[in-house]
């Protein structure tokens, strides 16, 4: 059976959502977390992070936004609340107490005058505990409890892709209907593009044309790493002018000494364009996913 998701940014998401993020890198995890966080304290919104984490090492916030989060959990407007009293109980650890535990706090929240509330909740501890993957979902069960049917909530489960089987990735990933990432790195309602972490690269959406090709250049090079694969997925780019496919050239000759740019889920008109002109012959180019038999 397919399962549908809804796929949004950190910066769409909306009250109610209840959002999953198996992190592949560490950036990633920062981008998102940072982004979901700082958003909830500039727009003084409660924040409540279950994490071992203190304020100042959250993820994403001291690097990517010059904050440490240690004034804000002293005023009230961040809860850190660590694993062991979030769901513990005489040294052993209850997925029914984090309800318990999150119910305190968004009663708490309210009683502070705070109109929404956001929650995360790293799980990454339990991955390795003997029956991590059940303890997750348990947790992960509390969570939607609270958030689901709500119009005041806004959260985000994650965990570390590489600490879980994959197995147990795809059995709380199908748990949710919102997968959350990054913010793009450009969005001007034309063009939109995205980092993407697994695999790494970029994800094109809309049109990129001559006034674009800046934009365009300057993230490619941004994400461009010599000592591995920039893969370029193509799936909802509706249109790409010459100009920007000669810059993909010219980037993809730069790279040839590493592993160059590999081009994913074409549509069927920019497949036919690409091949048409024999694009996919450069140097340093290489075919992905998503490629149709001609």
Known sequence: MTHLYTQRSVGDLRPG????????????????????????????????????SSPRHLPGLLPL????????????????????????????????????????????????????????????????????DQFMLACDNEVEAMIGPSTLATGICQVDRGACTPEAIDVLQHHHEVLVEVNPEYDDGVLRITRTYRPHGLKLEGEIDGARHAAFTQTLTQVSDP??????????????????????????????????????????????????????????????????AQ
Request: charged share 25%; hydrophobic share 45%.
């Open 17 to 52: 959502d209840h959002a999953w993020l198996a992190f592949a890198h560490p950036d990633e995890q920062s981008r998102v977390l940072g982004d979901f966080v700082y958003a909830g304290l500039d727009a003084g919104e409660k924040v409540i992070c279950v994490t071992d």
């Open 65 to 132: 936004h010059g904050i440490d989060a240690t004034p804000f959990a002293e005023a009230g407007h961040l809860a850190v609340v660590p694993w062991h009293v979030a769901c513990a109980r005489d040294g052993f650890s209850d997925p029914a107490l984090l309800a318990t535990t999150l119910e305190r706090e968004i009663a708490k929240a309210l009683d502070q005058k705070f109109q929404r509330v956001r929650i995360t909740a790293d799980m990454t501890w339990a991955a390795g505990l003997p029956g991590g």
């Open 227 to 292: 000592r591995s694969e920039v893969h370029l997925d193509l799936d909802k780019l509706r249109f790409i002018d010459l100009g920007a496919l000669s810059l993909i050239g010219t980037h993809a000759l730069r790279l040839t000494r590493g592993n160059g740019l590999v081009l994913d889920n074409p549509t069927p008109e920019l497949q036919g364009v690409i091949d048409m002109v024999g694009f996919h012959r450069y140097p340093g180019i290489t075919r992905g996913e998503g490629w149709r």
